[in-house]
């Protein structure tokens, strides 16, 4: 059976997602305060092939660092710049556990070009599906409302 052709988003939609992504993820790592942080982000492409890369974050006072190689930071980054730009990617999910006194788990769903919190019952569904059946309990906490760049196409139309 021949692979289905994804549709090719043009150059200057991708450089928005770029964009987005970039100030998303500057964005996202000091919302999530000091602490160590897996970042999990599932994609479903417009073809039905689910897509997922990790990122491992410790987040102290004035400063973040990527526990990762560069080839996996990238991964992440341009499977969350395609989730943004939309026009292969149907579905997008992020979803942030951090490790200090518990598990806290906060989510956030790509919708209209960038990543918005998931309610509560979404997030458990989220989070139960990337846990471990040995993990520990978590606590599912809402996630922090990341500013939107201004400027963006979608703002614009």
């Given at each position: 059976m021949p692979e289905?052709?994804?549709?090719q988003?043009?150059?200057a939609a991708t450089a928005s997602a770029m964009g987005r992504a970039l100030h998303a993820l500057t964005a996202l790592?000091?919302?999530?305060?000091e602490g160590s942080h897996e970042l999990s982000l599932t994609a479903e492409r417009t073809d039905g092939t689910e897509l997922s890369a990790d990122l491992y974050v410790n987040v102290e006072p004035g400063s973040w660092?990527?526990?990762h190689s560069e080839e996996e930071y990238m991964r992440f980054f341009v499977l969350l710049t395609f989730a943004l730009e939309?026009?292969?990617?149907?579905d997008g999910i992020l979803v942030a556990m951090t490790s200090d006194a518990g598990l806290r788990v906060c989510g956030w769903e790509v919708r209209d070009g960038w990543l918005h919190?998931?309610?509560t019952f979404e997030l458990n569904q989220a989070?139960?599906?990337?846990?471990?059946d040995d993990a520990a309990p978590y606590v599912a906490c809402h996630a922090p409302e990341l500013p939107r760049p201004h400027g963006?196409?979608?703002e614009r139309s």
């Open positions: 289905t052709e994804l549709p988003p043009d150059n790592f000091p919302a999530l305060g660092r990527v526990d939309s026009s292969t990617v149907c919190p998931m309610d989070a139960m599906a990337l846990s471990a963006t196409a979608e």
